[in-house]
């Protein structure tokens, strides 16, 4: 038989994570709701990927995937140029909420000082980072509350793709990124 400590040894800083008995019992409930809030956030996706697919520049990653997903997230990457926080306002300006997921790791201020992140260049990830664009997605949308999305995002691609940063017409397809990604 081995010896235990008779006492606690805090080595390093730490967060307990230890739900409390109300907390586990609503993760109970939760977790019957999983199969079919997921089912729904799929066909939601579906809605998402028919009405916009690759469309007035706008790419959906992943789209041709046959990965199995939580479909937690809807991302789209926007059409190259595209200035993502005027859309973002556009939409806004409409009642849609939008999010950025993820902002590239090796910008957040930890990792370029401690690992000095800020010093190599990662070309493909500077070029998508600013064109992606989370929609709103969760399984108390309605088919009607995504195809609504839809149509604000398009007129507000199509209102902003007139001109590009440079002042000139903007294009009608986004340039593709040299490692395929999102196609």
Not at 56 to 70: D, T
Not at 125 to 142: D, I, K, Q, Y
């Amino acid at each position: 038989m081995r010896a235990g400590t008779a006492g606690y040894e805090v080595t390093g800083l730490g967060l307990n994570y230890r739900p409390t008995e109300i907390s586990s019992a609503l993760g109970r409930v939760q977790l019957g709701k999983v199969a079919g809030d997921r089912e729904r956030r799929r066909k939601l996706v579906a809605t998402y990927r028919a009405m916009l697919g690759d469309r007035y520049g706008m790419v959906i990653p992943f789209a041709g995937s046959q990965a199995e997903s939580a479909y937690h997230l809807m991302a789209i990457l926007l059409p190259a140029g595209a200035d993502r926080e005027t859309i973002r306002s556009d939409l806004a300006d409409a009642g849609i909420q939008t999010s950025v997921h993820y902002p590239p790791t090796h910008g957040f201020s930890f990792y370029r000082h401690t690992y000095a992140s800020g010093r190599r260049a990662l070309p493909v990830t500077e070029a998508v980072a600013p064109r992606l664009l989370s929609l709103p997605l969760h399984s108390r949308m309605s088919r009607g509350d995504a195809a609504l999305v839809c149509q604000t995002l398009v007129a507000s691609v199509r209102a902003r793709r007139a001109v590009n940063a440079h002042g000139n017409p903007g294009p009608d397809h986004a340039q593709p990124l040299t490692n395929g990604c999102g196609r």
